[in-house]
């Protein structure tokens, strides 16, 4: 299943991605793809309805904006430095354990809405990222085979930063990372069965039509399981929590010279089996 959101800000609906690749409305039937959903085994609810009546759900207009494939998260865990290729661009020595920071939730907006470069910022910088949900709490996981059951699905996920806030204010990244629109998502999230092999999934991004950032998820340092299972062992993983799994090569950042976003510039990002994004940046 391919799960979608559409419709203006504050008044989203859920649906689906049919089997001819349009967009269904199911909100006669959920009220939202969200945590309540997700505890409540709302996924199961949802293969049932599919099968009953997937073919007669109402057709949701092109116009109708695309956002974000689930409702507002609990908590949006990021991994920096989760790419071999990333950390040698950065410099860096590949990390013994993951780097945890948290982004802000209501950073978290549509696929193709805009990303509002920050009052003060001068160094906003893109991420192409692997995204995955959580489907139901994650405790104390014994082992990373069993964290699998614990995912929802993945989606594109756009870490975007401000790189002066992150490294030049005091070293707190979770402040160069939670400015508003800093992370569009979806177009849609995708079951762990829509995938063939999580572990090889082609990732790119691109500035004003110039690829920049070209990659592949078989570069993990930790593997999506393993960080399922061990974010589980440090705090309580809620469903509908979001995890972004770091970047590979190619941001602004490591660049040379650096360089970064402004106003007017178009962002395309994209991950095999899980769609393409699209966003402009526009001042605050």
């Excluded at 309540?36 to 293969?47: I, Q, Y």
């Excluded at 920096?80 to 860096?92: I, K, P, R, T, V």
């Excluded at 070209?214 to 930790?222: D, P, R």
């Excluded at 393993?226 to 062992?233: D, E, I, P, T």
Aim: charged share 20%; with cysteine.
């Amino acid at each position: 299943m391919r799960l979608i959101r559409f419709g203006p800000v504050g008044d989203e609906k859920p649906g689906i991605i049919g089997s001819n690749g349009s967009r269904r409305d199911l909100s006669a039937h959920f009220q939202d793809w969200d945590t309540e959903f997700f505890a409540s085994g709302g996924m199961d609810r949802l293969a049932k309805t599919l099968q009953s009546d997937g073919t007669s759900l109402p057709v949701v207009p092109e116009t109708a904006r695309w956002a974000a494939p689930v409702a507002r998260p609990g908590k949006v865990i990021c991994i920096g430095l989760n790419y071999s290729d990333h950390a040698e661009e950065s410099g860096m020595p590949i990390p013994a354990e993951p780097i945890v920071f948290l982004k802000a939730s209501n950073t978290v907006i549509g696929p193709y809405d805009n990303i509002q470069i920050p009052r003060g910022g001068e160094k906003t910088d893109w991420e192409v990222e692997l995204g995955v949900v959580i489907g139901k709490e994650a405790r104390y996981l014994v082992s990373p085979e069993a964290a699998r059951s614990h995912i929802a699905g993945y989606c594109v996920s756009h870490d975007v930063s401000e790189r002066a806030f992150q490294l030049e204010r005091g070293g707190q990244w979770t402040k160069g990372k939670s400015c508003d629109t800093f992370n569009p998502l979806g177009p849609w999230l995708a079951t762990p069965d829509e995938i063939s092999n999580i572990d090889a999934l082609q990732m790119k991004l691109w500035v004003n039509g110039e690829l920049r950032q070209k990659g592949t998820t078989a570069k993990m340092i930790f593997n999506v399981p393993f960080l399922v299972h061990y974010l589980s062992q440090f705090m309580t993983l809620e469903p509908g929590d979001l995890i972004s799994t770091g970047t590979p090569p190619g941001v602004g950042l490591g660049m040379k010279p650096p360089k970064y976003l402004k106003a007017g510039d178009v962002v395309e990002l994209e991950i095999e089996q899980l769609g393409r994004q699209k966003q402009t940046c526009v001042t605050w």
